[in-house]
T-cell receptor, first 112, second 112 residues
């Protein structure tokens, strides 16, 4: 069964600290993996997208990694800011039908 | 440029009533997706339109749900005889030539 699992479910960190969010998937055949940020009451916004040949991709203070062998990805946030408080969703696309399979998300709260 | 828009932003309806949710995709995007996000849950795929092809309806939870896309642009998601478990945020996304899906802000549906 195609699944995407994220951990932790929620996380609280202090402003300025770093954090890492995890994503494990069992989707096959794999096409690409994306990380989205979803602010409360808004639609998800893409942070990074990686195909199987890409190991790392950065977008400002966000760095995503992908290990296609172990089917794991991480999203590292550096020097967190209050505006980073949001839900971070890992999404994997299968070549079959092009459908996206969503993780449950990690709820990040950055405190001053 | 204009992104994906959805209307209404909020909808409260009584159990048993029908509702229509509208999505205006980014101009020129050939693919359109509907998702549902229930409280505390991940996004759930509902239906996918690609050009003039028959839509992928595999995610629709029951025959009370239907969607159409007129003229390859605007899409309407219809829920008949709404139930309380239909309460959720309904998100629409569109995609052009790239992998990227762009999400609208969602419609929050509350069935009382």
């Amino acid at each position: 069964k195609n699944q995407v699992e994220q951990s932790p479910q929620s996380l609280i960190i202090l402003e300025g600290k770093n954090c890492t969010l995890q994503c494990n998937y069992t989707v096959s055949p794999f096409s690409n993996l994306r990380w989205y940020k979803q602010d409360t009451g808004r639609g998800p916004v893409s942070l990074t997208i990686m195909t199987f040949s890409e190991n790392t991709k950065s977008n400002g203070r966000y760095t995503a990694t992908l290990d296609a062998d172990t089917k794991q990805s991480s999203l590292h946030i550096t020097a967190s800011q209050l505006s980073d408080s949001a839900s971070y969703i890992c999404v994997v696309t299968s070549w079959q039908g092009g459908k996206l399979i969503f993780g449950q998300g990690t709820e990040l709260s950055v405190k001053p | 440029g204009a992104g994906v828009s959805q209307s209404p932003s909020n909808k409260v309806t009584e159990k048993g009533k029908d509702v229509e949710l509208r999505c205006d995709p980014i101009s020129g995007h050939t693919a359109l997706y509907w998702y549902r996000q229930s409280l505390g849950q991940g996004l759930e795929f509902l239906i996918y339109f690609q050009g003039n092809s028959a839509p992928d309806k595999s995610g629709l939870p029951s025959d009370r749900f239907s969607a159409e896309r007129t003229g390859g642009s605007v899409s309407t998601l219809t829920i008949q005889r709404t139930q309380q478990e239909d309460s959720a945020v309904y998100l629409c996304a569109s995609r052009g030539r790239s992998y990227e899906q762009y999400f609208g802000p969602g419609t929050r549906l509350t069935v009382t």
